[in-house]
């Protein structure tokens, strides 16, 4: 970047560690930290030359802040980005940016009404594979769509004594939110909003621990897995002209294979956090107030998929209505 992009960070947890390893070698600044426990911001600010903060409002409500990350529990997302906002500053959220529909909408009428810069922090939406594989579908290489498989399943936390988000009811833990998103956001982006969703899943300790997620369309249908019970990540897009593979770790991919009746072509490079960072600190250099990568529509559509599925399994998370 021509200047360093300078951002506050909410949030000190693994996510934020791996995002802030990322973009300060691509020369972005982190300047302030906020968590809630002093103690973690200032061991984290440490390692990054940023300043830690003792509330959320000394982090972000500084002249020297361009930007603010929230990379917290899902649950806090809309308290802190909302927040943020108010304070008139752009915010990159991570996914989900709320865990219904509600909060994502209010969150997003927050940001019209401030008349700032806010989009969801998923790499999947920047990186240049998942970018071009959505290239290749539009300009119709595989022909007419026909059928889809998608998987995003990681074992080893279900039956674990652990307070750890993934698995915490009291943080909206469970497969969906964390690991169907993933696939379920890869396909609206490829085919938009289905005609039809179907939802099959298991219920456990009051989480959901794996969904089979069918999203059917005017021609075609994609099936979709999260698990937190077994591993398995792989994308396959089938067409009438041909087929492209994406993986093995489809959502962070650096490689997609196209092959048709014609041609065969392949995309490979990397997917990082810092792609995604410097993309979104463009948008906001820019005067943008809404990503091009990520609509509010998009945002929106995505949760009312993850709502209908819930729905569905009869998941309800805690504090909901």
């Given at each position: 970047?021509?200047?360093?992009?300078?951002?506050?960070y909410i949030?000190?947890?693994s996510?934020?560690k791996?995002?802030?390893?990322?973009i300060?070698k691509?020369?972005h600044e982190?300047?302030?930290?906020?968590?809630?426990?002093?103690?973690?911001?200032?061991?984290?600010?440490?390692h990054?030359?940023a300043?830690?903060?003792?509330?959320f409002e000394?982090?972000?409500?500084?002249?020297?802040?361009?930007?603010v990350?929230?990379?917290t529990?899902?649950?806090?997302h809309?308290?802190?980005a909302?927040a943020?906002?108010?304070?008139?500053k752009?915010?990159?959220?991570?996914?989900?940016?709320g865990?219904?529909?509600?909060?994502?909408?209010?969150?997003?009428?927050?940001a019209?009404?401030?008349?700032v810069?806010?989009?969801?922090?998923?790499?999947?939406?920047?990186?240049p594979?998942?970018?071009q594989v959505?290239a290749?579908?539009?300009?119709g290489k595989?022909?007419?769509f026909?059928?889809?498989?998608g998987?995003?399943?990681i074992p080893?936390?279900?039956?674990?004594?652990?307070?750890?988000?993934?698995?915490?009811?009291l943080?909206?833990?469970?497969?969906?939110?964390?690991l169907?998103?993933?696939?379920?956001?890869y396909?609206?982006?490829?085919f938009?909003m289905?005609?039809?969703i179907?939802?099959?899943?298991?219920?456990?300790g009051?989480?959901?621990?794996?969904?089979i997620?069918?999203l059917?369309?005017?021609?075609?249908k994609?099936?979709?897995?999260?698990s937190?019970n077994?591993?398995?990540e792989?994308?396959?897009?089938?067409?009438?002209?041909?087929?492209i593979?994406?993986?093995?770790m489809?959502?962070?991919?650096?490689?997609?294979k196209?092959?048709?009746?014609?041609?065969?072509?392949?995309?490979?490079?990397?997917?990082t956090?810092?792609?995604?960072?410097?993309l979104v600190?463009?948008e906001?250099?820019a005067?943008?107030?809404?990503?091009?990568?990520?609509p509010f529509?998009?945002?929106?559509?995505c949760m009312?998929?993850?709502d209908?599925?819930?729905?569905q399994?009869?998941l309800?998370y805690?504090?909901?209505?």
């Amino acid at each position: 970047m021509e200047t360093k992009f300078r951002w506050a960070y909410i949030g000190a947890g693994s996510i934020c560690k791996k995002t802030a390893d990322e973009i300060t070698k691509a020369g972005h600044e982190i300047v302030t930290v906020y968590s809630r426990t002093f103690e973690k911001a200032s061991d984290f600010a440490k390692h990054y030359g940023a300043t830690p903060c003792h509330s959320f409002e000394e982090a972000v409500n500084r002249d020297d802040v361009d930007g603010v990350y929230v990379g917290t529990p899902h649950t806090s997302h809309k308290e802190y980005a909302i927040a943020a906002m108010r304070l008139k500053k752009p915010v990159l959220c991570e996914k989900p940016i709320g865990i219904n529909l509600s909060e994502v909408e209010e969150i997003i009428n927050v940001a019209k009404e401030e008349d700032v810069y806010f989009t969801e922090a998923m790499w999947t939406w920047f990186a240049p594979v998942a970018l071009q594989v959505k290239a290749w579908v539009d300009e119709g290489k595989i022909g007419e769509f026909k059928e889809c498989y998608g998987s995003f399943c990681i074992p080893g936390f279900v039956g674990k004594k652990s307070d750890h988000r993934l698995i915490n009811p009291l943080t909206a833990g469970g497969s969906l939110l964390d690991l169907g998103i993933y696939p379920i956001t890869y396909m609206y982006n490829l085919f938009g909003m289905p005609k039809e969703i179907h939802c099959e899943g298991t219920l456990k300790g009051g989480i959901d621990t794996e969904e089979i997620v069918t999203l059917t369309y005017e021609k075609g249908k994609c099936v979709l897995k999260s698990s937190l019970n077994y591993p398995e990540e792989k994308m396959e897009i089938k067409g009438s002209l041909g087929e492209i593979k994406v993986g093995p770790m489809f959502h962070s991919a650096k490689k997609a294979k196209l092959k048709t009746t014609t041609e065969k072509d392949v995309m490979k490079e990397d997917t990082t956090y810092a792609n995604e960072f410097t993309l979104v600190a463009e948008e906001i250099k820019a005067g943008k107030k809404e990503s091009d990568y990520v609509p509010f529509s998009h945002t929106i559509d995505c949760m009312k998929i993850m709502d209908e599925c819930r729905r569905q399994l009869g998941l309800r998370y805690e504090g909901e209505e």
